[in-house]
């Protein structure tokens, strides 16, 4: 492509959540935005996929692609078949489970497949973003139907029968809750009159900064277990047993707060999409503010000029041209290369960085060498999951099993999207830390689920487990409740593991030098699927502020806030709180 010189004041590599959020924050703050991402879709590591499109992405991970000999390797799928690895795939319904259903495959494209499974709090930054910057008007968001504990009828005996039981999202719910005595409902709210208060510094917290929250539960506010391992993994969506107690009681304030702003449930979800629907929406708000994308190119080479070329060969498209040390951008196809000031990249990107100011490798501190793992699945099934009516407080999977093959239930209903917890029990002689289970009602009777769960790795020697040993059996649980009964199959099932950074919560972003940022688009450890989105914006407004500070002349230039007021037009609203 014969392109003419071009450039930027910022070139951002990938389209992930983080790096969207912030694309659409820097074009709306007036600034020139380069957006580069090697594949041919928005999302980055967040995207949603068709089911093609996730096997196409399954096998470019899993294997070497063969190579010509005079087309070398891109830096950017070696990192990420270290990112994700152990992926494996199947259609375990068919006759032959490496070959998919035809009737299944014409329907492929209804689905959209999350590489980032999350929900979004109804208070905090991502739901603050959507709303100031007008991405809410892009997407479709509905409540969280439901939170259910699934759990071993016999602890002692996990492999017998399993019940699934609805948490209760209220204070009305706490108290028509059955199964409760009276004197465990008054334990209950007084945690939770105590996890509401604004009180600074109680005295309940005093010494238990390293007590894990399921001991604080028991301890001091006598909890028993199964209420306490509710709070802790169903309510507070601790991730591990180990989880502290001061950060879990601040996620579960924050939570609470959330519940009633829009509805009964203190967490919205995408209609279509989730996060992959989030990022895009963030990416057309930054190419309606100014912002060029480039997708599907191979990036060559990312180069360092330490000063402007004393004169240019060339006069770039905009006029405006290096002014000093800059970053030269070759793409794969184009006849010249582009240039920027600043680069901000992720992991997976930072091969890619060759060289700073002094002439050192970047890679050391960009790549991922982390051994804890978040363990993925994702399923469609062929039938819904089906919980206990309103009117009741469980289904036990003999329950659910006697009404297979009908679509209808008296005592049942089908939560549509939903959220599954199995606490962490021991299982054929396996410690396991809880599973969640997503689940998204996208097609009429049937439902497409993510399963999610945390492996700690002891030391960087450490591999990470077979992903579908691990979550078969709890899909296996899960499918026992489907309008299906116990002998249904999946029609897909995909396991993989996701590398996660070594130290515990987000990685702190650094920049090396005057111009090149690192921006951290990993999951966070602690509660991945209820902090990934907020946490994703958090970095971005980050590294927006570093990049503001450092490359703005005098602090009159600097915006007056992360998303500030947009400008009347009246026809475009902000997205007030109304509109959702």
Known sequence: ??????????????????????????????????????????????????????????????????????????????????????????????????????????????????????????????????????????????????????????????????????????????????????????????????????????????????????????????????????????????????????????????????????????????????????????????????????????????????????????????????????????LDGFANPVTADVVVSTDSYSGYLNATESGTSLESHLTTDGTHYLIRGIAVLDSPIKFASSGANSTTQEEAGSGAGSQTNPSEETPGTCLVVFPPVTFEGKAIEPVSALVMGEVPFKDVVYLTTLFKGGDSSTSPPNPSEVLQPYLDRLLRFTTGGADSKPLFACYYNQRLPSAPGPTPSTSVGPAIFRLNSAPPMDAPLTEAADGATAEAEKIFWEIMKSRTDGDENIPQGFWPPAEEDGNDSTGADEEW
């Not at 790096?19 to 980055?44: Q, T, W």
């Not at 891109?74 to 992926?87: E, G, H, N």
């Open 1 to 330: 492509m014969d392109n003419p010189p071009e450039h930027w004041d910022i070139a951002i590599l990938g389209t992930g959540l983080s790096e969207s959020i912030l694309a659409g924050a820097l074009a709306k703050a007036g600034k020139r935005v380069l957006h580069l991402d090697e594949n041919d879709y928005y999302g980055g590591d967040s995207t949603s996929l068709t089911l093609l499109e996730l096997i196409t992405w399954a096998d470019e991970r899993s294997k070497a692609t063969q190579q010509k000999a005079d087309q070398p390797s891109s830096a950017y799928l070696s990192a990420q078949r270290k990112l994700f690895t152990d992926i494996q795939y199947g259609f375990p319904s068919s006759s032959d489970q490496s070959t998919p259903d035809p009737d299944f495959m014409k329907d492929s494209r209804i689905y959209a497949l999350s590489l980032l499974p999350c929900l979004v709090p109804a208070s905090g930054p991502i739901i603050t973003a959507l709303i100031a910057s007008g991405v809410s008007r892009y997407g479709g968001f509905c409540l969280l139907n439901s939170v259910a504990m699934c759990t071993p009828l016999d602890d002692e005996r996990p492999e017998d029968e399993w019940e699934l039981k609805r948490v209760p999202s209220s204070k009305e719910d706490v108290f028509k809750d059955r199964s409760l005595s009276l004197l465990d409902k008054r334990k209950l709210m007084k945690f939770l009159m105590f996890a509401a208060s604004d009180a600074e510094n109680p005295p309940e917290l005093e010494g238990q900064e390293e007590t894990a929250f399921v001991d604080f539960l028991e301890r001091k506010f006598s909890l028993p277990k199964s209420i306490a391992s509710a709070i802790s993994f169903a309510t507070a969506h601790c991730s591990h047993t180990a989880d502290k107690a001061v950060p879990a009681l601040q996620r579960l304030q924050r939570y609470l707060r959330a519940n009633g702003r829009y509805g009964n449930s203190p967490f919205l979800i995408g209609h279509y999409g989730g996060a992959g629907e989030i990022s895009q929406g963030f990416c057309r708000t930054a190419a309606v503010q100014g912002a060029t994308y480039i997708l599907g190119r191979k990036i060559e080479a990312v180069a360092h000029v330490p000063e402007a070329p004393a004169a240019p060969a060339a006069e770039t498209e905009s006029g405006d041209a290096p002014k000093g040390p800059h970053f030269s951008i070759r």
